[in-house]
Nanobody
Framework: QVQLVESGGGLVQAGGSLRLSCAASGRTNRKYTIGWFRQAPGKEREFVAAISWSGGNIYYVDSVKGRFTISRDNAKNTVYLQMNSLKPEDTAVYLC?????????????????WGQGTQVTVSS
């Protein structure tokens, strides 16, 4: 099993930036794809970004393209989500997820391991 812990959330004004981190521990010797998802109150969990173990395959939801950047440092077992030009509609709990066999990285059901999430609030 692998444990995931998110950090870096907070309150920021519109147009501001945050960098989220997803730190993995436990069975980290597998080649995990990591996905970032978000969930706002009363809404379904939404895909945000994903990155393959090598970093060679990266995916974003259209609404964050050009504003968010996902990256990873496998030596530190950590994946980052740099979020720039934040908008109030980005407000949500952001969760990272991992799995070693992912065919559809934008789909929540593809991931077996999830973190607890970190709150991101963007004020207007």
């Amino acid at each position: 099993q692998v444990q995931l812990v998110e950090s870096g959330g907070g309150l920021v004004q519109a147009g501001g930036s945050l960098r989220l981190s997803c730190a993995a521990s436990g069975r980290t010797n597998r080649k995990y794809t990591i996905g970032w998802f978000r969930q706002a109150p009363g809404k379904e969990r939404e895909f945000v970004a994903a990155i393959s173990w090598s970093g060679g395959n990266i995916y974003y939801v259209d609404s964050v393209k050009g504003r968010f950047t996902i990256s990873r440092d496998n030596a530190k077992n950590t994946v980052y989500l740099q979020m720039n030009s934040l908008k109030p509609e980005d407000t949500a709990v952001y969760l990272c997820a991992a799995d070693s066999f992912v065919l559809r990285p934008t789909t929540t059901g593809e991931y077996d391991y999830w973190g607890q999430g970190t709150q991101v609030t963007v004020s207007s």
